[in-house]
Every structure is written in C-alpha cells, then in structure tokens.
C-alpha cells in the first residue's frame, strides 16, 4: 500500500511539472485523484471543469455531488471506496473537450495510473472516457452497463456521465437515471464479490 501512495506521488509530482500540452498555460491546478488509492474500484471520467481547476479535485461540481449520491445509494463512499481520476489532468478552457493531442499527451499519466493500482473494476464515464479506454467502441448509449475486459484482468464498465443525467430529469423506466441506477447496482454486485 505505501509503494503504491509513493508511485502515485511521483506521477502527481511530474504532472506538477507537466508542459507537454498548452493546458499547463491556463490550468490554476492539476487535477490528479480523489479518494483512497485502492486496488478494488476506479472511475475514468473525462476532464476537469471550472471548480475542479479551482480546487485540485475531480469531480466537486454539480456533476460529482450526483456523482456521490449515486454512489451513496448502493452503499458506496466516495472518499473511502472509489479512486476517481480523468482522462486528462488539466481543465480545457470553457469546458471544451479535450483535443486528441491533449489526450495523447496526458494519456501515459492516466496509464501509470492504472498500472500501479491495478483496479479489479474500472468505470468509464462518459463518452471521453470511453473514447479513450475502448477507443473500438463507441456511443456510450450502446455499450453503458456492459462489462469490458481491461489490462490486468480489469472488468471495465462504461457508465452515463453524470452531467448528462442532469440534463435529463426523468427517473422512468428506460431513462437515463433509471439505466444508471441498474449500472450502479450491478457494479455494487461485483464489487461485493471481489475479495
Ligand atoms: N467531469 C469530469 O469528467 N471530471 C471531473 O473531474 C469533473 C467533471
């Protein structure tokens, strides 16, 4: 566990420095992780907004606090069960996505990730982060709640975002919200009987 803290501080400490695209020019922070470093549960989601640049978190605005909720309702804390991270570590101007080029070049921060942890479960969320981690995939409509083999023996899922879910209010059946809330429990199972 304190080799794995110590691989991951050296990855944070080298996107401090980080130059290799021009987000290092209007970033006020890197945003690397949340949670506890864990070998159990990830999620990939795609790229810092504007309070996650303010405050060096994934996931603090509008679209996380749902995001802890949903987590909250099947049991899961986001502080002590999920490692959260993105695609890319610097937040794109006015919340564009990110450029192939800027997914490329932060692309060997999010793998060291990955590699050190060696999640049993990884969740992709949204439609960047697919792009990225199943790039032969494609429309997270299609492939959301199905499970993927990852490196490692990863058992990967993509999942909505959850600003699209804010978009889209209704809880029926067959609706955004609903397939979540069938994604998450179905994530909860497995993640029950991981060892
Ligand atoms: N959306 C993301 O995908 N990541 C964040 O950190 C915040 C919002």
Redesign the pocket.
């Known amino acids: 566990m304190i080799i794995m803290f110590e691989e991951l501080e050296d990855i944070r400490q080298r996107c401090l420095k980080c130059e290799k695209c021009s987000l290092c020019k209007t970033r006020t922070n890197i945003?690397f992780s949340d949670g506890i470093p864990n070998n159990k549960l990830v999620l990939v989601?795609?790229?810092?907004?504007y309070?996650?640049d303010q405050k060096g978190?994934?996931?603090?605005?509008k679209?996380?606090q749902l995001l802890d909720k949903i987590f909250a309702c099947v049991g899961l804390s986001r502080e002590k069960d999920v490692y959260?991270c993105?695609?890319i570590k610097c937040r794109p101007p006015e919340n564009r996505n990110p450029l192939p080029e800027e997914k490329e070049a932060c692309r060997e921060y999010l793998d060291a990730q990955l590699e050190i942890l060696k999640p049993k479960i990884i969740l992709i969320?949204?439609s960047?982060?697919l792009n990225s981690l199943l790039p032969n995939e494609s429309g997270i409509t299609r492939v959301r709640g199905k499970w993927f083999e990852g490196k490692n023996g990863a058992k990967m899922m993509p999942i909505f975002?959850?600003?699209y879910l804010l978009r889209n209010d209704s809880r029926e059946k067959g609706s955004p919200k609903w397939l979540m809330w069938q994604d998450i429990k179905e994530v909860k199972r497995v993640y029950d009987e991981l060892k």
């Open positions: 945003v989601g795609e790229a810092p907004g309070w996650e978190k994934p996931f603090v605005g679209a996380g959260i993105n695609t969320c949204g960047v982060a975002h959850p600003s």
